[in-house]
């Protein structure tokens, strides 16, 4: 029989059962195409870093004795489709079976599915082999219960996988250490230089320079900051747990201007490519806390295995048990589009200028850039879904559906309407300065709410109370802010509404 293997430019897992024999009569296919460039308007080094990995991988298995076929963007049979290309294949090589993965995206799903449905050889799916859990894993434990809550399922995975416990009980005797994660950055402290690659891209930047593919964000062609190979992944999960874990727990929330990368790990995109696995990257932190338990403080590790067993495994399986209505969801009916600044970064607003100059520059922000700033103003401003989504989708090289979705629309936008928060994350100046530096020489002045300098947080935040009442007054989490708002004077409230509807009309003057 001869096989023909799909590979995905996120199943780039070298641990892969697939390849622990070789096979000459198995080719491994792997292919740059413009459907995947395309789908959404992405940043120029999530191209990049995409096909940086790819090229890195069909090399690996080559080098592995192997057989493979590497399709280019811009090769003259390159079809530009998965199907077509695989057909393509299929008929002039004369294949007899056809396997692929599991996508991670239920689009990527339902093409291969349909594809395969008609197709007149035989075929079949395998796992990723990456996950901790399968795609139903999630919707099963939940059955027959009204709320979906990350924590239930963060200590039943603790428990499952025998992670971070003493029997049943978890270690320390404490579940959960986020309480104490939510420190600001002291004025006079200089985190850790982040590592960075210096990768030379220049050749599939001039690749791609030769289409038309619409991108955003910048590079530098010959220093490409990102991994690109499972070496350099496992080099970048090594130095975070020698040099950042003792403080990432503390600090993960934190933000400070012109410091892109703080304690955070950055192997979100090594991840979500499969160059390392999750269970890796547990057992790496938890390794070195064992070895240093007086450098590194239970709650900077908890912090981080939460993150991963918990926070990530939760939002794949929100987003196979939702999928493909949650897409569609927008609680709050908003409508607007972006503001033009979104792109360029030209804005007066001090924290949304660096969390976008970052993006822009660095293809990442950390997750509380995304929540509180960036996201936080969308869903004041009433943004639609739809477009956060591209934009979060596009920007950041980390940002593969299954994971972006469920964490802008869910979490950032609160459109799904409670699945996965049990409450809008939105803020007004007083969180953004209680955990950053930007607010102290900002034009806009925080304690302004209304007036030519207030702070655009401060009155578009009540403004979304107030539009939203219906919808929010009862949830129990956020009564005090109705509670506030009920009290205030209604000519304080008449200047508050004012002031954000003057803001809205000139969003892009911001």
Known sequence: MKTLRLILGDQLNSNHSWFKTKDDSVTYLLMEIRTETDYATHHIQKIVGFFSAMKSFA???????HQVIYTPLNDENNLQSFD?????????????????????????????????????????????????????????????????????????????????????????????????NRKKIPKDHKPTPPLIFNNDVSEILNEIKKTDIKTIGNIDKNNFVWPINREQSLE?????????????????DAMTPNEWSLYHSRISFSMNIKMISPQEVIEACISEWQIRPNEIEFNQLEGFVRQIIGWREYMRGIYWLKMPEYAQMNYFNNQEKLPDWFWTGKTKMNCMKDAINQSLDYA???????????????????IHPDKVDAWYLGIYIDAIQWVQITNTRGMSQFADGGIVGTKPYVSSSTYIDKMSHYCGTCFYKKALKTGV????????????????????SKNPRIGMMYNVWKK???????????????????????
């Open 488 to 510: 205030m004077k209604p000519e304080a409230k008449v200047e508050l509404l004012q002031q954000a509807d003057y803001y809205l009309k000139n969003i892009n003057e911001l």
């Open 59 to 65: 090399n690996e298995l080559i080098k592995n004795k």
């Open 84 to 180: 077509k290309n695989i057909q393509y294949l299929i008929e002039k090589q004369q294949f007899t079976n056809f396997e692929y993965q599991l996508p991670d995206e239920y689009r990527l799903n339902e093409i291969l599915k349909n594809y395969c449905n008609s197709l007149s050889i035989s075929n079949s799916v395998i796992d990723s082999e990456h996950f901790y859990t399968s795609r139903t894993e999630l919707g099963t434990f939940f059955e027959g219960k009204k709320t979906l809550l990350l924590e239930s399922f963060y200590r039943a995975m603790r428990k499952k996988h025998n992670i971070l416990m003493d029997g049943d009980k978890p270690t320390t005797g404490k579940w959960n250490y986020d309480g104490e």
């Open 364 to 382: 990442y922000a950390h997750h509380i850039q995304r929540l509180m700033i960036t996201g936080n103003f969308a869903l004041l401003a009433g």
């Open 236 to 252: 970048l999960l090594n130095f975070f747990v020698k040099n950042c874990l003792h403080l990432f727990g503390s600090f993960q």
């Open 453 to 472: 300098k207030s702070c655009p947080f401060n009155s578009l935040y009540w403004n979304f109370y107030d539009k939203n009442e219906d919808k929010l």
